[in-house]
């Protein structure tokens, strides 16, 4: 028999009436004659509920104390399903993280899978039942709660998936799969049929939020493809897969826009080794994650180094900034108004003459780049926030992503 496993995230179980459809749903592929697991996720925005009353009751609550709240999210989730498919009939039965051996390290808030044991589920599956699994949360080998970080429901997805080596991994979402750019920014977006995990990477981190960039990373290191696919209809998702013969055909695949950046600019900084090292060491050990960097070294020995980080880490950056510009006499300016716009695609391996198609529809929009950087699949720009839609619309018409690009 083969095994499907089936997440379904927080939109999908929202309600009452939104878990009796997603038990159905599972039901019906049960009834298709599959062995079948589901990872579901805590019930719509429920999470964001529990990190708000955590911060009512502390401006700073520990990591551990995090982790032990809201891995509950999911618990109510788990039961609730269960309930609903023996309700109907199905024999099913739930699975907290210890429950299953799913042993993480002990990260708390961002804790890394390293094993699971399947023998129950496979016992379970055997005798007939739907298993259901909490995502998003682990446990350590002394048996304290982790996480895997925000929307980890998809990792723990492929995680089972890859353990279990079952046939087929759905994410069922709220949405029709991955478009070619945000549809509620750009109503030409189209659906894309299938995308390789480079490119989803790229994607994600560029701002589409579809799917947990480490679920991604997963999925690619075991082979498991994912199928993204809407809980509302029956339409075929994106399936994203390994890079295969032929995808390079299509020059870009997608765009995207992450409009929450600020630019921090570093000028006359002594032009001499180690700076750079110590500059970033010490952002990185006030866990500030920095985007793209661009360092400019004049003839008179200084150098300007300028990066991106995200809005929300602007006021932490400052703070440590302003201390290291002091010690290495340079001076920092902060801007708290970049978007940065990008076009992703396997293409542009094989393809020339993707950057200035992108650099001359954004000239021809007159917005100014004010930075560029590029991968091997991808090519960023820089721009001002209050010309980001505008920005990623031309730049998605310039590739006419949304009228072909079938792959
Ligand atoms: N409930 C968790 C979150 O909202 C995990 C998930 O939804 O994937 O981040
Ligand atoms: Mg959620």
Do not use: W
């Amino acid at each position: 028999m083969s095994i499907v496993v089936m997440k379904f995230g927080g939109s999908s179980v929202a309600d009452a009436d939104r878990i009796r459809k997603a038990a159905l749903r599972a039901i019906k592929t049960r009834k298709a004659g599959h062995q079948v697991v589901m990872v579901v996720s805590a019930m719509g925005d429920s999470t964001d509920g529990l990190v708000d009353l955590a911060r009512q009751v502390s401006s700073s609550p520990s990591k551990r104390e995090m982790d032990q709240l809201l891995v509950t999210g999911e618990q109510v989730t788990i039961s609730l399903m269960a309930m609903a498919m023996e309700a109907m009939g199905q024999p099913a039965i739930s699975f907290t993280a210890g429950q299953i051996g799913m042993i993480t390290d002990d990260v708390h808030t961002k804790a890394r899978i390293k094993s699971i044991d399947v023998r129950r589920i496979h016992e379970q599956l055997d005798a007939g039942k739907v298993v259901i699994v909490a995502g998003f949360q682990g446990v350590t080998k002394e048996g304290a709660y982790t996480t895997l970080g925000r929307g980890g429901s998809n990792v723990t997805l492929v995680a089972i998936a890859a353990a279990l080596k079952a046939d087929v991994c759905e994410n069922y979402t709220d949405v029709d799969g991955i478009f070619t750019a945000d549809p509620r920014i750009v109503p030409t977006a189209r659906k894309i049929d299938r995308v390789s995990y480079d490119e989803m990477l790229e994607l994600a981190s560029l701002g589409a939020n579809v799917l947990h960039n480490r679920a991604v990373e997963f999925a690619k290191k075991y082979n498991v493809p994912i199928h993204v696919r809407n809980s509302n209809n029956e339409k075929k998702g994106t399936m994203i897969v390994a890079e295969s013969h032929g995808m390079e055909r299509i020059v870009v695949s997608g765009a995207a826009l992450k409009d929450k950046l600020a630019r921090i600019t570093l000028r006359n900084v002594p032009d001499r080794p180690g700076t750079a090292a110590k500059i970033f060491h010490t952002i990185a050990t006030h866990n500030i994650v920095v985007d793209d960097i661009i360092q400019i070294v004049a003839p008179n020995r200084v150098a300007t180094v300028a990066f991106t980080v995200d809005l929300a880490d602007l006021a932490d950056a400052r703070k440590v900034v302003d201390k290291l510009s002091r010690e290495l006499g340079c001076t920092a300016t902060y801007e708290d108004h970049m978007a940065k716009v990008s076009v992703v695609g396997v293409g542009m391996r094989v393809h020339t003459g993707v950057a200035e198609r992108m650099f001359a529809a954004l000239a021809k929009a007159k917005i100014n780049i004010q930075n560029i950087t590029t991968s091997e699949i991808k090519i960023s720009c820089l721009i001002d926030r209050a010309q980001g839609k505008t920005a990623l619309k031309v730049v998605h018409d310039a590739f006419k992503l949304g009228k072909r690009n079938k792959r």
